[in-house]
């Protein structure tokens, strides 16, 4: 019997300088192993760090192997398994246009409120929505916009922390 995919999300510092997120990204390309979130952004800039957050799916015997082989890469400083090392939190951002008028603009807008999604532009056609939170709230909330004339969606990616005074 195989073992379950599972979809993990990976943190890990690094310094921040030139081909540290090619090596990174060819660990995984080079293993055949997928990417469906990556996020990357300085956060020390004395210490001069950067982390890169990382949504994959795998086996537990692949996500270990991930986690072993990031460890191994020479600019790294730490390697954190948000999904399985410590309660953990999850956002992402996301531009989600809609092209509509009469009654489904009207529905956009009731359940752009229910979703906490702010309208950062408007014509008199369409809207873009400005959307945070959990991946699966996105989601949700770009497949009721599909029949309400979902025309584009722009996603920034994962960023994760962990809960408490404890830092990566």
Avoid: C
Avoid at 3 to 29: C, M, Q, W, Y
Avoid at 66 to 84: D, F, G, K, Y
């Amino acid at each position: 019997m195989r073992a379950p995919i599972e979809r993990h999300t990976i943190a890990v510092l690094v310094d921040n300088e030139a081909g540290v997120l090619a090596r990174v990204v060819g660990l995984f390309s080079g293993r055949g192993y997928n990417i469906e979130s990556l996020t990357v952004a300085e956060v020390d800039h004395a210490a001069h760090t950067s982390r890169v957050t990382v949504v994959t799916s795998g086996t537990p015997e692949v996500i270990e192997q991930i986690e072993a082989q990031l460890r191994r890469l020479v600019p790294v400083h730490s390697v954190v398994n948000w999904t399985t090392a410590a309660p953990g939190i999850e956002r992402e951002m996301a531009l989600v246009k809609v092209a509509g008028t009469g009654d489904k603009r009207a529905e956009a807008q009731r359940i752009s409120a229910i979703f906490r999604a702010h309208i950062v532009d408007t014509t008199h056609n369409s809207f873009v929505f400005e959307i945070t939170g959990a991946p699966e709230k996105i989601d949700n909330f770009v497949d009721l916009m599909r029949p309400l004339g979902l025309v584009d969606v722009s996603r920034t990616g994962v960023a994760a922390i962990s809960r408490g005074p404890e830092a990566m």
